[in-house]
């Protein structure tokens, strides 16, 4: 009798422990943080707008452009590096961290932006470069001009007398190889992107010093959160061991995830991150789920939030499998769902235009599929980061000729293809539909000289539709998608449901219609996206169509059950 008095009583307390950890449980995915609710605009400050003819977008054409900004609905801005830099790649390369690069401006500029900012409401996160900086930084100068400079160590130096380093692959090199030999020490410096961005020892903890104190600076004069460039690289083995052969086709499992990457981001968190309120986030989520899981833990006190590519890199080439889309997205939000946050993009500066890759460009289905992945991206669980532009449904700018592209990566490629006797063709039809460039021409302000980007030639051609896909045009249009993209970041703000809810995907085996359900505190919404070019019917067991449709792409939404191509429907279903 005493043995099962005691087993009862043992089994109450394990059902008691266990309810009080998942209520617990429960209240840390719904703790409610403002980042959570923020919706983040991308600016790509070379290219939204530029206020003094040189071609080159800079930050007081941001500034004349924040009414604007404010009237999307967002709530926070992430600006791509605006640090001194010789631009090798666009501002990725910094030569000085504390100062503004001349073409965007001045620090009382920037100081002018930021309060235009906080008085509307938006917040600011900071773009920053911390896997590397510019070969014209101080430190490097000061690194490479002798063995036994006190800046040595702040890179990875291999010297020349000891056999060759084992290859490392370089993204962005001409040749690929991320060792770079230079001879005024006779040794080889690496970098996993241009030669002209050597990667930072942090093995050293003066350099891990330097950073935060430059991290702390910018956090003094009012900024709101740190988008960490590359960071998951940040860590290395620096034996630098040999890889098996081809591990360049899949280089990330190599290279990310370093063996003190976390106690990086906790000694950062403690240092500076822990002493203000501000946001981070990561690009890149670690090689698997549980890295990614791991990193945003907010028990772990590392980052708020990483983005994580599986689900963008589905679409590099036209044609994607879409089922493995709301797959990928599906288990991506059941990581997060009780504890950690994740971040929802499709495009980026980093990726060609949104509605190329996920929608249609058509004339007859560009509109409509814009529309329909705005609401995809403000209707899912985790923080939505739009990509300047997109709120227009800009398109690939698919320049022909490789002189039109900008993009070092690309023009290294370009040489790479050349210089091994690659198929010049098929790479140059690959760069028209994937190139970033495609999403870094000129913001379309309106229909005049160079879309009203600028007076100056522009640093990159306009794309030639800026005559019928501009702002002036789409702020006249009650249709537009830019009047549609605000309509969904209202609905995203009034409704805790679709910031916090739980998700459910529906109709999993789809192959047109992405479906999904977002329930909290007594409210739910049903959303149908029909992703496809024709009609196509959700299979769903429930009926809904007598509920209220609280955002709709066409001016009839369907009432048959059947949506109409790239149709997308937003239901309150209580
Ligand atoms: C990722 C950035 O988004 C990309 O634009 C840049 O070229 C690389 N990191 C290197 O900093």
Avoid at 48 to 63: M, N, Q, V
Wanted: glycine fraction near 6%.
């Amino acid at each position: 009798m005493k043995i099962i008095l005691c087993s009862i009583a043992i089994l109450l307390a394990s059902i008691l422990n266990c309810n009080s950890q998942t209520s617990l449980v429960a209240k840390k995915g719904t703790d409610k943080k403002w980042w959570k609710e923020a919706v983040v605009y991308q600016i790509y400050p070379r290219s939204f707008k530029d206020s003094d003819g040189d071609g080159i977008g800079d930050l007081r054409g941001i500034i004349s452009k924040l009414d604007y900004i404010k009237s999307l609905g967002v709530n926070t801005i992430w600006l791509n590096p605006i640090y001194s830099s010789p631009n090798d790649d666009n501002g990725y390369d910094v030569s000085d961290y504390r100062n503004i690069m001349k073409d965007f401006g001045t620090m009382a500029d920037f100081d002018l932006l930021l309060k235009g900012l906080h008085e509307r409401g938006i917040k600011l996160v900071m773009d920053f470069v911390l896997n590397h900086s510019s070969d014209e930084h101080e430190w490097f100068k000061q690194s490479k001009s002798s063995r036994t400079s006190p800046y040595r160590n702040y890179y990875h130096w291999w010297d020349a007398e000891r056999v060759k380093p084992n290859y490392r692959y370089s993204l962005f090199d001409v040749n690929h190889d991320a060792w770079k030999y230079d001879s005024v020490t006779n040794a080889y410096y690496l970098h996993y992107f241009s030669k002209k961005q050597p990667d930072l020892n942090w093995e050293n903890p003066k350099v891990r010093k330097e950073i935060y104190d430059i991290m702390k600076f910018w956090a003094d004069k009012g900024i709101d959160g740190y988008r960490l460039d590359a960071f998951q690289f940040a860590s290395k083995d620096t034996s630098f061991p040999a890889f098996p052969t081809g591990f360049e086709n899949n280089f990330v499992p190599y290279y990310a995830m370093g063996p003190h990457l976390h106690d990086y981001l906790k000694e950062m968190n403690q240092e500076v991150f822990s002493k203000y309120d501000v946001m981070t986030v990561a690009e890149g989520a670690g090689n698997n789920y549980q890295d990614a899981h791991d990193l945003v833990d907010a028990d772990r006190n590392e980052l708020n939030m990483a983005y994580a590519f599986d689900a963008i890199d589905l679409a590099k080439m036209e044609g994607y499998d879409f089922i493995k889309f709301k797959e990928t997205f599906s288990k991506w939000d059941s990581v997060f769902a009780n504890k950690g946050w994740l971040s929802i993009f499709l495009a980026s500066h980093d990726q060609a235009r949104i509605v190329n890759r996920f929608g249609n460009a058509s004339p007859e289905f560009r509109e409509l599929s814009s529309k329909m992945l705005s609401t995809f991206l403000l209707t899912m669980r985790g923080t939505p980061f739009i990509y300047n532009g997109d709120e227009l449904g800009m398109t690939n700018a698919g320049f022909e000729k490789i002189t039109d592209y900008r993009d070092m990566s690309t023009l290294n490629e370009y040489q790479y293809q050349l210089n091994h006797g690659g198929d010049i063709n098929q790479f140059m039809k690959r760069i028209q539909f994937e190139c970033r460039d495609n999403g870094r021409t000129p913001f379309q302000w309106d229909d005049s000289k160079n879309a009203g980007f600028s007076t100056g030639t522009p640093w990159i051609q306009v794309n030639t539709n800026f005559k019928y896909i501009n702002r002036a045009e789409q702020e006249m249009n009650q249709q537009s998608v830019l009047n549609y993209f605000r309509k969904a970041t209202d609905l995203r703000q009034k409704n805790p449901a679709l910031i916090y809810g739980k998700y459910t995907l529906l109709d999993k085996s789809n192959h047109d219609v992405y479906a999904y359900l977002r329930e909290f505190e007594g409210k739910k919404f049903l959303v149908l996206l029909n992703f496809s070019s024709h009609q196509a019917k959700p299979n769903l067991k429930m009926n809904f169509a007598r509920s209220k449709v609280v955002l709709a792409n066409y001016p009839n939404p369907s009432s048959n059950g059947v949506l109409a191509p790239y149709e997308s429907i937003v239901y309150q279903l209580n």
